[in-house]
């Protein structure tokens, strides 16, 4: 019997095991698309304890708590730092077989040295040596970076966001590019009419244009995109729980960007007209820059009003949809295609239904200008665990190219998610050691090896434009 979370964890083979140690374990990261809160890498923060640094705002973690019978208090609530690390230690033994097990065990070995299972037997003494550690310099946000190799970060911004952190980091040279990410969401989210007319308010303000018309609207998000472009965005990115591939004129957009102007609810309709002009928009602009494009899709948010209204979005009552996603997705990459515009483009899906779709409508609108030019990206949320990574890889190694795959990211809002990384690796490792020692694959190491490292690495860094990062090239080149 192996023991839990050795130097062989999930890796079932010999040569599994040569190709995770000798290839995969060593590799950096490059983290294309994540949450992290860029105020506190400028800041380089130091966490008071390992609640703060592991529980505030992880809503994986209080979904648990939750169903393990915790209070909100402990989740989200007014309870002690200690207590919140107690009722989630409560919980860690019932997560058995969930991803948040080997997680949180795989971050208490790899950031802090702790071998011991958490429970609430030795809650008190894991909470004490993480939290002294948690007060030294090594332990501070960009050394917490530097210890996971992280070579490059892309956060998610707003395109009111001044992004006075990220030119903070830039003027600094910090080493390890922290670059924005364009997430327009809010831009063309007219389901509440007031909401709407409040948001472009702010983007009035962020631009200084006064929007009196959809033609003044769209001067002010160009200046938006092209503020972040200046401050090296590269990548677009969209949360939505379908894409938008309905027909309108530009007459009707206008229309309906003055009926919503003035304050009136628009129909479903005009509502799906609208945001379908507004993302070929942003489509068109991010191929003008040479951007790569990225579609999270399926997500059912705020399931529970009564939780929404309490604590707002993000705070863990979101689920899997089931949107028909096909052939709008078609309708919308056609339309960009027909025109010569369509750019790099990542395409994650949050129904794992949806997988052999995906896998399939990448290969629609890879036209060999670049390797891998339409990705579909790694299991995403609730798919970033085992079972959701095996079928993704499975899925595109039968339909498409896995060597060409960019690989693994965090998603997350927390510094101690990079282990995820090293979860995809030894996963990977095992799928592809597994076929060599069945036969199903040549015993050829080294350029499975080579195969490994580009997934893990090299994919990912040839295939972002980085070099958009305003004075960044004499960095960019020596940490790569």
């Known amino acids: 019997m192996k023991n839990f979370l050795d130097e062989h964890f999930l890796l079932h083979s010999k040569t599994a095991q040569k190709l995770y140690h000798d290839y995969a374990k060593n590799m950096p990261i490059i983290d294309y698309h994540c949450h992290l809160p860029q105020q506190q890498i400028a800041e380089d923060k130091k966490f008071e304890n390992l609640t703060q640094i592991w529980l505030y705002g992880d809503h994986y ?34 997560t058995l077989r969930n991803p948040l097990y080997h997680w949180t065990h795989l971050e208490l070995q790899r950031y802090f040295g702790v071998e011991k299972v958490l429970n609430p037997t030795t809650a008190r ?11 030294t310099p090594d332990f501070s946000v960009r050394n917490l970076l530097r210890k996971m190799d992280v070579r490059l970060v892309c956060t998610t911004d707003d395109p009111v ?25 809010a831009a063309m989210n007219v389901d509440n009419t007031a909401n709407f007319n409040k948001y472009v308010a702010r983007v009035e303000k962020a631009a200084n244009v ?13 200046k938006r995109h092209d503020f972040f472009a200046a401050h090296g965005c590269s990548v677009s990115d969209h949360g939505l729980e379908e894409i938008y591939a309905e027909d309108y004129t530009e007459a009707e957009i206008k229309a309906i960007f003055d009926k919503v102007r003035g304050g009136k609810d628009l129909d479903l309709t005009e509502r799906k007209k609208f945001k379908s ?52 997705l078609s309708k919308f990459l056609n339309r960009l295609d027909t025109d010569d515009k369509l750019t790099k483009t990542i395409l994650y899906n949050l129904n794992p239904a949806d997988n052999e ?44 190219l896995l060597s060409r795959f960019v690989g693994m990211l965090t ?27 069945n036969g199903e694959l040549p015993n050829d190491i ?15 860094k040839n295939y972002f434009n980085w070099q958009y990062v305003e004075k960044q090239s004499i960095i960019t080149e020596k940490i790569f």
């Not at 393990?68 to 107690?86: H, M, P, V």
């Not at 006064?210 to 160009?222: E, R």
């Not at 490792?429 to 020692?437: P, R, T, V």
Request: charge should be negative; charged fraction near 25%.
């Open 411 to 437: 998603d997350s809002r927390s510094f101690l998610s990079y282990p995820r990384h090293e979860y995809f690796r030894r996963i990977l490792c095992n799928l592809f050691g597994e076929e060599i020692e």
């Open 277 to 328: 002009a507004m993302l070929v928009v942003f489509a068109e602009w991010d191929w003008e820059r040479g951007w790569i494009q990225q579609y999270h899709l399926g997500a059912l948010r705020n399931n529970n009003s009564r939780m929404l209204s309490q604590l707002g979005p993000d705070t863990g009552w979101d689920s899997i949809g089931d949107f028909s996603q096909a052939r709008a």
């Open 210 to 222: 006064s929007v009196n018309s959809y033609s003044d609207y769209l001067t002010a998000l160009k």
């Open 125 to 135: 003494e894991i909470y004490e040596e993480c939290t002294a550690k948690l007060q």
């Open 446 to 460: 080294p350029w499975v090896g080579k195969v490994i490292q580009d997934i893990c690495f090299h994919n990912a």
């Open 61 to 94: 973690k209080w979904r648990a708590m939750r169903t393990n019978g915790a209070d909100e208090k402990y989740c989200t609530g007014n309870a002690s730092d200690y207590e919140k690390f107690e009722k989630w230690a409560e919980t860690v033994p019932y």
């Open 161 to 185: 966001d001044n992004l006075e952190y990220h030119a903070q980091l830039q003027a600094e040279r910090f080493e390890i590019p922290i670059l924005p990410a364009f997430r327009p969401d």
């Open 357 to 400: 779709l995906m896998a399939t409508m990448i290969g629609n609108f890879n036209d060999g200008s670049s390797a891998g030019k339409i990705q579909w990206g790694s299991g995403w949320w609730f798919l970033d665990q085992k079972d959701g990574m095996i079928k993704q890889m499975n899925t595109l190694s039968n339909m498409g």
